[in-house]
């Protein structure tokens, strides 16, 4: 039976300050999208407002922009999935396997204060289903509870761009808040690889986290295995 994926990326635009844009990394989207997709899997896409989902410039630069991103961007048909993105609303849980938060900094915005997104996130975890993200995507997770009201990242190990990774981008005092802290706050076993910017991915069950944009290949891989038992 073929796999279906709902991929999570931002509506928004740029940081507290209009002066500095930020969006979607390209990269953690094309990335998984490619896996997922010599996998045959079904693919969509949603955003917390539905609609048009921006991009991330940084993440038009090498090394994130690489084949598989530019080959992204240059085409038109998917860049025309990124102006159409699907609202929560409009998106029955049941008919995914898994859901796959992508980052870029903008998520911290519109990630977490999204009950649609909660909804189906927690609807899909407690069907059996995988709960999945990279980078700042986990930001998605932080405000997700189960049906017992406890958080769905408590006492499970994970991990997410640190903050290490924030001062070492210099975006440590454009974000609105520490992820890294939040997560802990909230019960998550968060880790993180010795050395910033590597790939690493935590596997706790059907939770699936990925550090940083280098680790959305290897994150959706291990999508992939969960998935198949």
């Known amino acids: ?129 995988v709960v999945s993200s990279v980078c700042h995507g986990y930001c998605g997770l932080l405000d997700t509870t189960l049906s017992d009201g406890s958080h769905l990242i408590a006492g499970r190990r994970m991990t997410g761009f640190s903050w290490r990774e924030e001062e070492l981008a210099k975006v440590d005092e454009l974000v609105p808040y520490n992820a890294e802290e939040a997560a802990r706050e909230r019960g998550a076993l968060y880790e993180k690889a010795l050395i910033p910017f590597v790939s690493n991915v935590v596997v706790d069950g059907r939770l699936v986290t990925g550090q940083n944009p280098g680790s959305a290949k290897a994150t959706a891989r291990k999508v992939v295995e969960v998935l198949g038992g």
């Open 1 to 129: 039976m073929t796999a279906r994926i709902l991929h999570v990326v931002t509506n928004v635009g740029h940081y507290d300050d209009p002066a500095h844009p930020t969006g979607l990394w390209l990269s953690e989207l094309a990335h998984a999208w490619e896996v997922f997709e010599k996998q045959g899997f079904q693919q969509t896409i949603v955003s917390p407002a539905g609609g048009a989902s921006p991009l991330e410039p940084r993440s038009l630069r090498f090394p994130s922009y690489d084949r598989i991103a530019k080959a992204w961007h240059d085409d038109p048909a998917r860049m025309a999935l990124l102006e159409s993105t699907s609202s929560p609303d409009a998106v029955d849980a049941a008919d995914f396997d898994a859901i796959y938060f992508t980052g870029g900094h903008a998520v911290m915005y519109d990630f977490p204060g999204s009950e649609g997104l909660q909804r189906i996130t927690r609807e899909i975890f407690e069907r059996g289903g």
